[in-house]
């Protein structure tokens, strides 16, 4: 009952904000609320891992769900020390387990929007089954959920500065700064992870060849759904004209 309690009070950040963020920077408090927010964030994104692999099989599901929360762990771990030292020398004065709390706050609210859009992945997996498609919709999930959760960050971080004084208003402005260098980083850890999706037409890979990167790879997948979407009436129509001169 009491683990089951303390997830819960992972949840609060998405409507009692105040009192979370209140709760984020008691030293004594946040040290159980990060592991029970690293719980959640592995959990949720695990479930969409395997979400998105099903399109290809139960094996690629199955490492799919095991590379989306790698995918996190390791962006997270890539960028939060430079991120940390840089705000302690502008005069931050939240401790480590703090900082690193109120980071996963934003990633809790990431991978929840993330697990909410699972039916309607599934939905077009078994309606739509446009590889090109899927693609590009996985993409715009990651960009929606990453939005609100960065939104979770700097509200936590405005309240670390304004309610508390513990936090230099210049660090939120690098705090934008990080949250690019994060993208980039994210972006390249995930090409380099690639396939998450994986195309039926090919056989399971657990990694792929180095090959263009991953804004070609938008980019391609954009001319691909148009092409598609273009040539398919035109089919259809040379289809009827060979019946009718039949």
């Known amino acids: 009952m009491k683990n089951s309690k303390s997830i819960k009070e992972v949840f609060k950040v998405f409507q009692n904000r105040e009192e979370y963020f209140e709760k984020l920077n008691q030293k004594h408090y946040s040290s159980k609320l990060i592991v029970n927010q690293a719980i959640v964030i592995i959990g949720f994104t695990f479930l969409y891992g395997i979400v998105m692999g099903s399109y290809n099989s139960v094996l690629q599901a199955f490492v799919t769900g095991v590379k989306v929360p790698v995918l996190f762990t390791l962006s997270i771990l890539i960028c939060f020390p430079a991120f940390f030292v840089i705000q302690y020398i502008l005069g931050s004065k939240l401790a480590f387990i ?9 990633f809790v609210f990431i991978s929840s929007i993330m697990i909410s859009f699972a039916p309607i992945v599934v939905f077009f ?16 999930i990651f960009i929606f959920s990453g939005f609100f959760g960065i939104k979770t960050i700097i509200e936590a971080l405005k309240y670390s500065c304004e309610a508390k004084n513990v936090y230099p208003k210049i660090g939120l402005n690098i705090f934008k700064f990080w949250v690019v260098i994060l993208a980039f980083v994210g972006i390249q850890l995930a090409w380099n992870l690639r396939p998450f999706l994986g195309d039926k037409l090919r056989p399971f890979e657990l990694f792929r060849e180095r090959e263009g990167n991953f804004y070609l790879a938008v980019i391609q997948s954009f001319k691909q759904l148009f092409i598609t979407t273009v040539d398919t009436p035109v089919k259809t129509n040379e289809t009827d004209n060979d019946n009718t001169e039949n």
């Open 125 to 140: 997996l078994i309606t739509g089954n446009n590889y090109e498609f899927l693609k590009l919709l996985h993409v715009a």
């Open 98 to 106: 703090q900082m690193t709390g109120i980071i996963l706050s934003g």
